[in-house]
């Protein structure tokens, strides 16, 4: 026996329905119910290793006044940037002209 709105109803064409509707829910949410978008988004947001390619070359530098420097050549949007590395400081200083020319991005 089936009455006859079960009888006219297609379970089918009602799940596509439910799995299209937008639904406003939180991130934490959403990763909280999918083990695999949440695992996606973990590996999306990890740090990658450099390609092998890649070289980093560092140099310390002993100067009479301020003990030992790490210089580095960064590279900037295909720029290189030779930088010191302070690893006690707080702020990172950068001349306003290499900002401008080769940075260019947002700074405070």
């Known amino acids: 026996r089936v009455s006859d709105i079960v009888a006219k109803i297609k ?4 799940l596509e329905t439910v ?3 937008p639904i406003r829910l939180e991130v934490g949410e959403l990763l909280g119910t999918s083990r695999e978008l949440s695992g996606i988004l ?7 290793t450099l390609p092998n390619d890649s070289k980093i070359e560092a140099h310390s530098v002993w100067t009479k006044t301020r ?9 900037c949007d295909g720029q290189t940037i030779n930088t010191i590395i302070d690893t006690g ?7 306003k002209h290499i900002w401008k020319t080769i940075i260019n991005r947002p700074i405070d």
């Open 11 to 14: 379970p089918e064409k009602i």
């Open 19 to 21: 799995l299209r509707t």
């Open 42 to 48: 973990t590996n999306a947001i990890k740090p990658k």
């Open 67 to 75: 003990g030992l420097l790490i210089k580095i050549a960064m590279c």
């Open 89 to 95: 400081s707080q702020l990172n200083i950068v001349n």
